[in-house]
């Protein structure tokens, strides 16, 4: 039973990340899907893909490496709001992560987003993790 799925799928990337994997699969949910839609949009990953064959479905994110130096392209993942501690942020108090260099994934009314996004439809919500 694991309390925090999104914080499983940060560590299963960060994991991949730190043993130069190619490909990670990760246990699917609705969340999870959206949050990869996201990493891939801003370019944070090679590709994905869902397979739904299986009773829960898997989600295989191709993790993203510069071809030169073997760096990848995520820095940085950190959750945010926690099942212990839920971390909300309105329009006016949106968060910046690395000044404006990385991104800040929100749980919104309109779905999963950017802060950047989020503060162009005027929304708030809830502050998933950090990304740069």
Do not use: W
Request: with cysteine; net charge positive; glycine share 6%.
């Amino acid at each position: 039973m694991n309390t925090d799925p999104i914080a499983d799928y940060l560590t299963r990337v960060r994991n991949a990340i730190k043993a130069n994997h190619r490909v990670v699969e990760i246990p699917a949910s609705n969340i999870k899907k959206e949050i990869t839609k996201v990493l891939f949009d801003k370019g944070y990953i090679a590709n994905y893909k869902f397979d739904d064959t299986a009773t829960q479905g898997i989600i295989k994110v191709a993790l993203k490496y510069n071809p030169v130096t073997k760096i990848s392209a995520i820095r940085n993942l950190s959750r945010i709001s926690r099942p212990g501690l839920r971390r909300y942020a309105g329009v006016e108090n949106m968060p910046r992560v690395l000044n404006g260099l990385g991104i800040a994934i929100l749980s919104t009314s309109k779905g999963v987003m950017t802060d950047k996004e989020a503060k162009q439809q005027n929304i708030g919500g809830e502050v998933l993790c950090y990304i740069y």
